[in-house]
C-alpha cells in the first residue's frame, strides 16, 4: 500500500474517532437571542453569565430573528427584555418550539411594557404573566426541578435588584422567577435581570446553568449509528492500513 492509501486511512479513522468525540458533548446547548431583546446574553453587560455559559460548554449564538433556522439548533431562546412582541407567525415557530423541549427565558425589568410582555407569553402559550405589582426580594430557593442539579443550591437566595412581580405557573422562589412545562418545554420567567456584571452571583449563575442544562438538546443531522461501531469502524481503519503498509515494506 502506498503512503497516501495509509495517510487516507489514517484520516478516515481520526474523522470517525473526531464522531465519537463529538458524540460526549451531545448534552451541550445551544442559547440563541432575540436581535428585539434590550439586553441579550450578548451585551456587554452579560459577560459574565455568557462567559459562565460557554464554560459550561453551550454555546451562545449572536442575536438574531426568530425563524426556523436560527431555532433549529438551539434548545434555549432568551428574551432579555424584549422591546417588542413577536409576530403571531414569529410566536407560532416558538410555541412549537417549546412544544417540542425547548426553553425559552424571559427577563422582565421595573417599569415594563405589560401588554409586550404579555402577549409574548401568551403566544408561546404560558399562564404566565407580569403584574404591576414591584419586588425587589428573593427567598431561599427550595428544593425544586431546577435547584437540585447539576447545581445543588437548596437554601441559597438570588442575587436580585427591582422588578415587576409574576403570576402563575410554578415558583422557584418567592415571586422571582416562576415557570410552565408546555408540552416537553419549558418557559422561565424573571422579574428583573439576575444575569447582569453589576449583581450577579454563584447562586444566580448556577440556577441559570441549572435551566440551559434542563432543556432538549436539538438531534444532530448524523446518521444512527452507535458510538461502539463508530469505535470499531475508526480501529479497523487504522488496523487495515498499518497491515498494508508493513506487507508493503516486506
Same mark, same amino acid.
Given at each position: 500500500?502506498?503512503?497516501?492509501?495509509?495517510? *487516507?486511512?489514517? &484520516?478516515?479513522?481520526? %474523522?470517525?474517532?473526531?464522531?465519537?468525540?463529538?458524540?460526549?458533548?451531545?448534552?451541550?446547548?445551544? +442559547?440563541?437571542?432575540?436581535?428585539?431583546?434590550?439586553?441579550?446574553?450578548?451585551?456587554?453587560?452579560?459577560?459574565? +453569565?455568557?462567559?459562565?455559559?460557554?464554560?459550561?460548554?453551550?454555546? %451562545?449564538?449572536?442575536?438574531? @430573528?426568530?425563524?426556523?433556522?436560527?431555532?433549529?439548533?438551539?434548545? *434555549?431562546?432568551?428574551?432579555?427584555?424584549?422591546? #417588542?412582541?413577536?409576530? #403571531? @407567525?414569529?410566536?407560532?415557530?416558538?410555541?412549537?418550539?417549546? *412544544?417540542?423541549?425547548?426553553?425559552?427565558?424571559? &427577563?422582565?425589568?421595573?417599569? +415594563?411594557? !405589560?401588554?409586550?410582555?404579555?402577549?409574548?407569553? =401568551?403566544?408561546?402559550?404560558?399562564? /404566565?404573566?407580569?403584574?404591576?405589582? =414591584? /419586588?425587589?426580594?428573593?427567598?431561599?430557593?427550595?428544593?425544586?426541578? &431546577?435547584?437540585?442539579?447539576?447545581?445543588?443550591?437548596?437554601?441559597?437566595? !438570588?442575587?436580585?435588584?427591582?422588578?415587576?412581580?409574576?403570576?402563575?405557573?410554578?415558583? +422557584?422562589?418567592?415571586?422571582?422567577?416562576?415557570?410552565?412545562?408546555?408540552?416537553?418545554?419549558?418557559?422561565?420567567?424573571?422579574?428583573?435581570? /439576575?444575569?447582569?456584571?453589576?449583581?450577579?452571583?454563584?447562586?444566580?449563575?448556577?440556577?441559570? !446553568?441549572?435551566?440551559?442544562?434542563?432543556?432538549? %438538546?436539538?438531534?444532530?443531522? %448524523?446518521?444512527?449509528?452507535?458510538?461502539?461501531? /463508530?469505535?470499531?469502524? #475508526?480501529?479497523?481503519?487504522?488496523?487495515?492500513?498499518? =497491515?498494508?503498509?508493513?506487507?508493503?515494506?516486506?
Amino acid at each position: 500500500m502506498r503512503l497516501g492509501g495509509f495517510c *487516507v486511512f489514517v &484520516f478516515l479513522a481520526a %474523522v470517525l474517532s473526531g464522531l465519537l468525540a463529538a458524540s460526549g458533548d451531545v448534552n451541550a446547548g445551544v +442559547i440563541g437571542n432575540w436581535d428585539k431583546s434590550s439586553r441579550s446574553w450578548n451585551n456587554s453587560h452579560m459577560t459574565k +453569565i455568557k462567559t459562565a455559559m460557554q464554560d459550561a460548554g453551550n454555546r %451562545v449564538d449572536a442575536d438574531g @430573528a426568530i425563524t426556523p433556522g436560527g431555532l433549529k439548533y438551539a434548545s *434555549v431562546y432568551v428574551f432579555g427584555e424584549p422591546t #417588542a412582541t413577536p409576530t #403571531a @407567525a414569529e410566536l407560532a415557530l416558538l410555541h412549537q418550539f417549546v *412544544v417540542n423541549g425547548g426553553m425559552v427565558l424571559v &427577563f422582565g425589568d421595573t417599569g +415594563i411594557d !405589560l401588554p409586550t410582555y404579555n402577549n409574548l407569553l =401568551t403566544g408561546l402559550g404560558s399562564t /404566565i404573566a407580569f403584574t404591576i405589582t =414591584t /419586588i425587589s426580594t428573593s427567598s431561599a430557593l427550595p428544593a425544586g426541578q &431546577f435547584t437540585q442539579g447539576p447545581f445543588n443550591i437548596v437554601g441559597s437566595t !438570588l442575587a436580585v435588584t427591582s422588578g415587576n412581580g409574576t403570576t402563575g405557573g410554578v415558583l +422557584i422562589d418567592n415571586n422571582y422567577v416562576r415557570y410552565e412545562q408546555i408540552g416537553a418545554g419549558y418557559v422561565v420567567v424573571f422579574g428583573d435581570r /439576575i444575569d447582569h456584571n453589576d449583581f450577579i452571583s454563584d447562586t444566580n449563575t448556577k440556577l441559570l !446553568l441549572n435551566l440551559v442544562s434542563a432543556a432538549r %438538546v436539538p438531534p444532530l443531522d %448524523v446518521p444512527a449509528v452507535s458510538q461502539e461501531a /463508530i469505535l470499531l469502524l #475508526a480501529l479497523m481503519l487504522a488496523g487495515l492500513g498499518a =497491515t498494508r503498509l508493513a506487507r508493503r515494506r516486506i
